[in-house]
């Protein structure tokens, strides 16, 4: 990168001011010498949810990954988050995980947790970037098309929200991170492109979600997260906040759906199979009423695949591949992305489309098709089941049992789930002799307690 800003030339255009836009910008900053992102929404200085990004209203995990990353970018950045009430944690030992309802084993160990509200944290990163001295971040100004230019792309039309004049932006580089909202497919046919690829999957998942005050002594955990499983498919998660809070999410799919009652909010998570969240729940004051988010389908985009593609464009975050965000990824990998960006910028400007979309499709890959084989679990879910997916679920099961008295299994398994290590690790010989142990039946069968009931997991 070239420090004194020497080297630097043209103008690139970021549309969307959200973590991937963000972090797009942060990376382009090294390479243009004028970065302008362009956000519809009103992006005042304040960590409160905001209505084009209503996922703010839920609470966000950051992978091990992620959080190195934006480190890297942003040096001192969680730091500054843990100086404003953010918690660093180790993620084994300080966060409470029940898969399969089965309670991983604690142990310390070398991976760290951010935990912190996702509107702070965009909000933080938003404030670096925009202290960079050759980035403007526009608020209220909204992408409306791409300028065609010498076979690709020159620039963004866009329009103040509120009225005004259109405006042309010229550019050397678009980035679209305009999110799950993204109409640039529809731009790239107006201009006499393809359309990419789609691959889709609907997990009717329901998430409600409530801001609750802490008490003194309220938990020891940081995190208590139950993941959803075929034998109990209620899951939930509640994370500490900045300023005393807790952030407490229930989910569900298909007919098991949670409400924004608040009676029947509480009721949903009185029966998840583990009772940590809501005898917590029980013990906290909630702060306003919960929030209910139905999550779209999982969207991956190929454009790795099309065979024309316009020179100067290039498409990140959630409108190149928006996951189920039970599985957390979507900061991280938007992180990763922005990190693949840097890389095809180093070739230069002109052919980074070509070299950023496999670079791009290469970190979607694994937690793609660890999501997409983890939603395959659930018998309503649409797709198909190889039998791939099939063996490894049935793995990833066997694992979850071992993981709950061999603290080195957990490990191994929250380091693939946090893109530390690669899936294949979970085939080491080291972890496959302790996952493949034989056990006694009585540790084997789960007996997950919904309610009252014993509900046995097959
Ligand atoms: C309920 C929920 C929970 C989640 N939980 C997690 C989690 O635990 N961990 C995790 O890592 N990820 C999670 N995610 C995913 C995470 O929110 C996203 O992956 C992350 O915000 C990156 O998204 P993005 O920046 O690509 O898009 P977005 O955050 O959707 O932002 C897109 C931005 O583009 C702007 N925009 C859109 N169109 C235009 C236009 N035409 N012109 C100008 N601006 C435009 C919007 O105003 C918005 O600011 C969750 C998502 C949801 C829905």
Redesign the pocket.
Known sequence: MPESGQGRRGHAVV????????LAARVLSEEFARVTV????E?VDEAAP?R????GH??????DR?RVILNELFPGLTAELVALGAVECDTQNDCVWHNDARRLHPAPSELRGLVVS?PLL?QHVRSRVAALPNVEIRSR????GLLPGDGGVSGVK?LPVGGGEPEELAAGLVVN???????GVVWLRELGYGVPEEERVDSGLV?VSREYRGRPGDSEAAAILIAHSTAAPRGGFAIRAEGNRWLITVLGMGDDIPSADPDEYERFAEGLPIPDIHRLMQSLEPIGAPRL?R??TSIRRRYERLRRFPEGYVV????LC??N??Y???????ACEAVALREALRGGVEGVARRFFPLAAKVVDVPWDMAVGADLRFPHIEGRRTLRVKLLNAYIARLHVAAEADPVVGNAFLQVTNLVAPPQSLFSPRILTRVLRPRPAAVREARVLVGTAAVRDE
């Open positions: 549309i969307g001011g959200s973590i991937a836009g963000l362009v956000d519809r929404d992006l905001r084009r990004a209503p996922q839920h609470p966000h995990g950051m992978l992620g996702r965009e100004c909204e992408a409306v866009v991170a305009a999110g799950r909202g993204d109409r998430y988010m999550i779209p990140l975050g959630d409108a928006q996951f965000p039970s957390g990824q979507g900061m991280t990998v938007a």
